[in-house]
């Protein structure tokens, strides 16, 4: 679908932006209605009402609290743990530490490197060491005080260029580097005559989702456990979970509850293996939520980045040779930091074609903060990289960036550096080209105001004028001090998990009494999966009614929420499971009849023969009988990098480019971003709303690295936990997102040829806006979140 | 928790019971309270005390109550009598915490980030406290002894603040690194009085308390046309006014900002406050341009 030039979807447009359009002009009939048309989320009205069940919202007759008691410092030895005056307490029920662990002491994503409470060291500030459960949340809170650790505090070790050091003392028995990939790729010797050099850095960013981490656990009194929890994916606690209590996992029941955003913060374990040994060892129902504070040490986060690049081409602006040095901080424990750096190196150069690539990539353990996944997952540090290098590279070439990219877009056909050839397609030019073309935003705010520079006179609202200049509420710009930028930059990044890691989906479909319910075990976090489900069946069968039951781990594993993929993997198995079922409706139906089933359709919960001699309902055509299909679906195969980092690593990628537009107020630093123009490779749009809805939810996550978020480190201690310091975007920051083009082109292989859309907004948005920044103070700017004392007091 | 229904119940309760918190719109009391900093045994509200809500001109003074929230500060016609102090309140958190912040709440604070700090210290406000015992005035550069520390002793209140409402120029400016919603990293008030012919610069979170800027001060009284209402100066003159209201400033380095990029940031808002600032006419209206 090419949305007509210029469609906004966003709050507030400016005096002079077209006005936002209706959700439901984006709608596009399908087949039958279902795929391709705004259908309403189901859990829609509910959020906005403050209705929808939360996982902090469970309850339980006779539920306890739990409460973690967390390192107060990023590396110590332990020298003793007391936990009678914590015990003693009245109201205290239990006080666990690692000896109470009876199965594996440790769990973790990737390597089970992470102890579920440190018993000798402490590798990070905010690490497990005790858990408490109690009558009340206070009691647990104070309890937990009273547990008294004994720490000798060691050095720690914070600087990621240091831990790479062979001389450095491993913070861990498995040692220092997590993963070192070195990626080689065509002739590394060859030289061109044009090269640019830079060196870049990206902060730690935090997820941020709204819901901290909550559960409930409830022990089924047969020594098993039932734990209601948010996360991405159920199996994969399941099987740590089991692990740590020592039990089987069928004696670990997990059901998700109602998710509060992830962007990869759920994937890692949190609270899921210390409630349910408090629920085991009380033989209580136990309940923990995570405060604010507590949430910004309890998860992961995106891996800090340090990257040195050098791009070499032709005078004509071909690529030659991209080299890079890559070096992510992964912090105390492995997560997923191998995936990350994975994809760090095989999108090192972005979406272009380049022939020869040298890429040294090492991801390190720190006693900071353990990394892991988070929205773009590695890609979204190297783009702001290599966009500011195609920039560099423009400017060095006197070459328009958008010419320099378009020459070097990839497409469906090319090999990548790791030597895969894109299969799918690939469609790099045409979003640059949509995004490039978007209009630009009116009017230009620059001598809008007052020649004093002020607003004398203007009201306090939220209306005025000065809401719309940097600084907003604050009223410190200075109009004539504004300069407008702008800047285009493009990313891309694999869908589905890779290097091997082939995992599938399960989904069922039955249908009863002329009801539909899916079943899978795919963690609905926000994004919207439940509703395309419904599509998708209603796509396939015909009916309206379709009900998605609650996911558990009573079927098969669907895999994660996460890298994209559910629309394609979960969606998939449901996709199949469904057509399974109506081919044996029409079956039974057929063979009723005495008829051909292939002459027979299921349309509008009817049965309907194809020369109009049959129309019959469901309900009565099936009577009691039930039809189930249950289906495991798998994507393509993978494999694993080899010694170069070559391979075909990946299933299927997706592109996006976004052009932004900001004001600077040049003296104070301040950024205000106006606007930011974008355009995205869907496949197919399955629902034109939910897109809109991750294309600006990923937008404003993208905004947040590029200009404020951080977690701010110093030697170890996390100096902003909270969101008084840890700024996130307001309704005032975000900008008009202008969506300028989704390009469809059907994926070969995906269900309905539909791509994942949920990270590749936030990959180039960071990027678009760092560079817009560039342009309107002519600073090199190399560092992500761009504070404002980089621009007001010149440079990095 | 004692919720007193007049200022007299109000006063005997809290000398019966001097270690209890008072609470006013518990935005900051009861963050406090959630991150554990606090856990008060008690808590007295000042809430529903009618002699503490509201505001009222005597003379050529207004008195704002100490249970005066951000968005009656920033409604007419108190934000046309004061309106610094409503672009301040304007920048508080969000419309819930301004619905429920009060100012007696930002005094007692005293955090060097409160932003209605450096408007009443350039507007030279006297804070009035009130015990069973009786009352006392304190101009509110002693009443804010340090970080989060006042001169509040126990068994007093916040009763009400004030300040003078003469014809001025009045200007608030807030740096943060957002557009909404966001600590000061600094600010700055400027009052350009119109009958002392005086102008007074408040500097915010640039310092353990909210800071006054004397020789940007003056510079800056030289420099303002009092007759015609407006600012005269040379790119020159505004470059030394920034300077000094620089100098003035004791910032730090924290997570929030470097004490090099506040000194630098108050400097430019100090210039920028006084080359907007334009005094009313005798009806109120306020000159648009030189
Ligand atoms: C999300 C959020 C955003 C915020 N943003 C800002 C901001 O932008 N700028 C800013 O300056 N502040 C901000 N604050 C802080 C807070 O809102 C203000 O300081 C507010 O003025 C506090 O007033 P209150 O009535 O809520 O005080 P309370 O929390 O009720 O009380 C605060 C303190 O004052 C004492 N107190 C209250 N009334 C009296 C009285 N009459 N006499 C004596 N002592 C009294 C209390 O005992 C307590 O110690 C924010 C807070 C939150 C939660």
Same mark, same amino acid.
């Given at each position: ?10 709050? #507030? ?121 109690? !009558? ?97 994916? =159920? ?70 980045? *340090? ?5 070499? /081409?032709?005078?004509?602006?071909? =690529?030659?040779?991209?080299?890079? *040095? ?7 424990? /492995? ?6 750096? #994975? ?60 010419? =320099? ?100 989906? /399960? ?43 609650? /996911? ?174 840890? =700024? ?69 | ?223 303002? !046309? ?5 600012? *005269? ?58």
């Amino acid at each position: 679908m090419t949305l007509a030039p210029g469609t906004t979807s966003t709050r #507030s447009a400016p005096a002079g932006t077209a006005a936002p359009s209706a959700p439901s002009t984006l709608d596009r009939p399908g087949m039958t209605g279902a795929i391709g048309s705004s259908r309403r989320r189901p859990d829609g009205v509910p959020k906005v009402r403050g209705e929808f069940a939360f996982s902090s919202d469970l309850f339980a007759e006779g539920a306890l609290w739990g409460q973690v008691l967390r390192s107060p410092h990023p590396a110590a030895r332990i020298l003793g743990i007391d936990s009678t005056r914590a015990r003693d307490l009245a109201g205290v029920h239990t006080v666990l530490l690692a000896a109470d662990v009876p199965g594996s002491p440790t769990y973790g994503l990737d390597r089970k490197d992470q102890p579920v409470f440190a018993s000798d060291v402490v590798r990070y500030t905010g690490e497990p060491v005790a858990a408490v459960a109690a !009558d009340h949340p206070e009691i647990a809170r104070r309890a937990a005080a009273l547990v008294e650790v004994r720490y000798a505090p060691l050095e720690p070790l914070v600087d990621p260029a240091k831990a790479l050091e062979p001389a450095t003392p491993p913070v861990h028995p498995d040692g220092n580097v997590f993963r070192h990939i070195s990626l080689v790729h065509g002739d590394v010797g060859t030289e061109a005559p044009v090269a640019v050099e830079g060196s870049y850095e990206v902060g730690m960013q935090d997820q941020a989702f709204m819901g901290p981490e909550s559960g409930l656990a409830i022990p089924d009194g047969a020594g098993g456990v039932d734990l209601y929890v948010s996360t991405q994916w =159920l199996h994969v606690d399941q099987e740590q979970v089991a692990a740590c209590l020592g039990l089987e996992p069928t004696e670990v029941r997990l059901h998700l509850s109602g998710v509060g955003g992830a962007f990869g913060a759920r994937e890692d374990v949190s609270l899921q293996v210390h409630i349910c040994l408090l629920a085991l060892a009380t033989g209580r129902p136990v309940k923990i939520v995570y405060s604010r504070e507590e949430s910004f040490f309890g998860h992961v986060h995106r891996h800090p980045a *340090r990257m040195w690049y050098r791009h070499s /081409a032709d005078r004509d602006g071909r =690529l030659v040779k991209v080299e890079a *040095r890559i070096l992510l901080d992964g912090g105390a424990y /492995a997560s997923s930091s191998t995936a990350v750096l #994975s994809n760090a190196a095989c999108f090192a150069a972005g979406p272009y074609k380049v022939p020869n690539a040298h890429v040294e990539a090492d991801v390190v353990r720190t006693n900071n903060p353990p990394c892991g996944a988070m929205r773009g997952f590695g890609a979204v540090q190297v783009c702001h990289a290599y966009e500011a290098q195609m920039d560099r590279l423009a400017a060095e070439l006197g070459m328009d960036p958008v010419d =320099l990219r378009l020459r070097n877009a990839l497409a469906s056909g090319d090999e990548l550096i790791t030597g895969q050839v894109i299969k799918g397609t690939a469609p790099v030019a045409e979003v640059i080209r949509a995004c490039a073309a978007a209009p630009m935003p009116m009017p230009d705010r620059q001598g809008a105001l007052g020649e004093d520079g002020g607003r004398n006179g203007v009201g306090i609202g939220e209306e005025s004028e000065e809401m719309a200049l940097p600084g907003g509420a604050g009223r410190s710009a200075d109009a004539r001090r504004v300069r407008r930028g702008v800047g285009l930059a493009v990313g891309f990044k694999n869908l589905m998990y890779s290097e091997g890691f082939d995992d599938s989906a /399960a989904a069922a479909c039955r249908l009863e009494r002329g009801v539909v319910t899916i079943t899978s075990a795919a963690a609905e976090v926000g994004q919207g999966l439940v509703t395309l489900l419904q599509q998708i069946a209603t796509e396939v069968l015909g009916i309206e009614k379709v009900v998605v039951a609650p /996911a558990d781990t009573g079927i098969g594993s669907a895999g994660s929420t996460s890298a994209s993929r559910q629309s394609w993997m979960t969606g998939g198995a449901v996709e199949i499971a469904c057509r399974r079922v109506r081919n044996r409706v029409l079956e039974i139906v057929a063979a009723r009849h005495g008829l051909v089933a292939g002459l027979l359709e299921l349309s509008g919960g009817k049965v309907v023969a194809f020369d109009g001699s049959l129309a019959e309902d469901l309900e009565t055509a099936l009577g009691d009988e039930v039809v189930e299909e249950t289906v495991t679906y798998c994507h393509a195969k993978t494999m694993p990098l080899d010694g170069n980092g070559q391979g075909d690593a990946h299933v299927s990628f997706a592109f996006a480019a976004h052009r932004a537009v900001v004001d600077v107020d040049l003296d104070l630093g301040l950024v205000k971003v106006v606007e930011i123009a974008t355009a995205q490779d869907v496949g197919r749009v399955l629902n034109p709303l939910q897109v809109v809805g991750q294309l600006e939810g990923g937008i404003a996550q993208g905004l947040g690295l590029a200009v404020m978020e951080e977690i701010v480190l110093e030697d170890g201690l996390v100096k902003n936990p909270s969101f008084t310091d840890y =700024l996130i975007p307001t309704a005032l920051d975000m900008p008009v997102v202008r969506i300028s083009s989704l390009i469809e082109e059907p994926e070969p292989g995906a269900p309905f040829g539909a791509k994942g859309v949920g990270e590749p907004p936030t990959i180039s948005s960071t990027a678009a806006i760092a560079a817009a920044v560039r342009a309107a103070t002519g600073l090199p700017l190399t560092r992500v979140p761009i504070r404002p004392e980089h621009i007001a007091l010149g440079g990095d | 928790m004692l919720v007193p229904a007049s200022l007299d119940e109000l006063l005997a309760s809290v000398a019966a019971d001097t270690r209890a918190d008072l609470i006013a719109g518990g935005t900051d009391l009861m963050v406090e309270v959630n991150f554990g900093r606090r856990s008060p045994e008690s808590v007295i509200s000042v809430a529903l005390v009618p002699e503490l809500k509201s505001w009222y001109r005597s003379g050529d003074e207004v008195i704002l109550n100490a249970a005066l929230t951000y968005s009656e500060m920033m409604r007419p016609p108190l934000c046309e009598l004061l309106p610094a102090l409503a672009q301040a309140a304007r920048t508080v958190g969000s419309p819930q915490i301004r619905n429920a912040g009060t100012i007696g709440g930002n005094l007692a604070t005293a955090s060097p980030a409160g932003d209605t700090l450096p408007v009443l210290a350039a507007l030279e406000a006297t804070v009035v406290l009130e015990s069973a015992e009786g009352g006392r005035a304190v101009p509110v550069g002693e009443f804010i002894v340090s970080v989060k520390r006042t001169s509040l002793a126990p068994g007093e209140i916040i009763r009400s603040v004030r300040v003078p409402a003469r014809r001025a120029a009045q200007e608030f400016l807030k740096v943060g690194t957002r557009n909404a919603m966001v600590i000061a990293v600094c600010s700055v008030a400027l009052v350009a009085d119109a009958e002392r012919r005086e102008v007074h610069l408040g500097l915010g979170s640039v310092g353990p308390v909210p800071l006054r800027a004397p020789r940007a001060e003056e510079l800056a009284t030289s420099l303002f !046309d009092w007759d015609e209402g407006v600012p *005269r100066a040379s790119e020159k003159e505004l470059a030394r006014l920034a300077e000094l209201a620089s100098e003035a400033a004791r910032p730090i380095d924290d997570h929030r900002s470097t004490a090099r990029y506040r000194r630098h940031a108050v400097g430019v808002c100090a210039r920028r406050a006084f080359e907007r600032a334009r005094l009313p006419d005798a009806t109120g209206r306020r000159s648009v341009t030189p």
